[in-house]
């Protein structure tokens, strides 16, 4: 790390649920980071990601996966997640300067990237395979060209029901491929990490809305993935 001053288809309802969550900014650096332009000395790191990334159904931003692990490794978050966004979906509808996040996170010039994309695909998969399959590539790509230093890791999408499209395998396969391609570390798994806590769930760990995290699933995310980053080599 450099010094610095440094869905076969999936019900109706929840698709335009979450592929249509209230369009909100990708946020800005959590509280208690010291924001753009930093010149601490943690470790500046950039989230790429859709609504689990940004914390939907958190009961603050301090509950989301990516905070938590932020703050028990003294990281600098900056959080640039939308909600709805995936490698084509809503790429064309984010206003103006929102409309192109991976410049934003190369413009953040971080130690590290996180690139949590993908689930909100799978409802374009049957019209827009193809162009999620490009985009996937050019996004991994511009992120590694711009960041030549930068570590990148890439999660496997999340993934939100027990019903399980061939999309969702199929979108996680092109990830994967495009993670080892440009070699940035790859966690494999994630879409299965809240398997049995769905929203139908007798043990539900999703929000009032049936579609996102409550805490509870957000504090289980945050440990699966400090689990799988310290089984990173090296480790982070």
């Keep these: 790390m450099r010094p610095r ?13 979450l592929a249509g969550c209230a369009p909100a900014a990708p946020a800005s650096p959590s509280p208690g980071s010291a924001g753009a332009g930093a010149t601490d000395d943690r470790p500046v790191v950039s989230f790429y ?3 689990y990334t940004r914390g939907t159904g958190a009961s603050s931003i301090d509950a989301r996966w990516s905070t938590i692990i932020s703050v028990e490794r003294g990281w600098n978050e900056f959080n640039r997640s939308a ?24 413009a953040d010039d971080p130690d590290i990237v996180f ?9 374009s998969y049957d019209d827009r395979a193809d162009a999620i399959h490009r985009t996937i590539d050019s996004d991994l790509d511009r992120l590694r060209a ?23 395998d199929v979108i996680a396969g ?10 940035a570390d790859h966690i494999e798994g994630a879409s299965h990490w809240l398997d049995g806590h ?14 996102h995290p ?10 699966r993935m400090d689990a799988a980053l310290r089984a990173l080599d090296p480790p982070l």
């Design 49 to 51: 990601g859709d609504s």
């Design 83 to 106: 909600d709805g966004l995936g490698f084509v979906n809503r790429r064309a509808s984010m206003r103006d300067g929102l409309d192109d996040i991976p410049a934003l996170v190369i």
């Design 115 to 123: 690139v949590t994309m993908g689930l909100n695909d799978n409802f």
């Design 146 to 168: 711009g960041l030549p230093e930068a570590r990148i890791v890439v999660v496997e999408p999340f993934w939100y029901t027990d019903e399980r499209p061939a999309s969702v």
């Design 174 to 183: 092109w990830v994967e491929d495009a993670a080892e391609r440009i070699g």
């Design 198 to 211: 769905y929203a139908d769930s007798p043990d539900s760990w999703m929000a009032a809305d049936g579609l």
């Design 5 to 17: 001053t440094i869905l076969a288809a999936v019900v109706a309802a929840s698709v335009t649920a």
């Design 214 to 223: 409550n805490d509870t699933g957000y504090a289980y995310m945050a440990e």
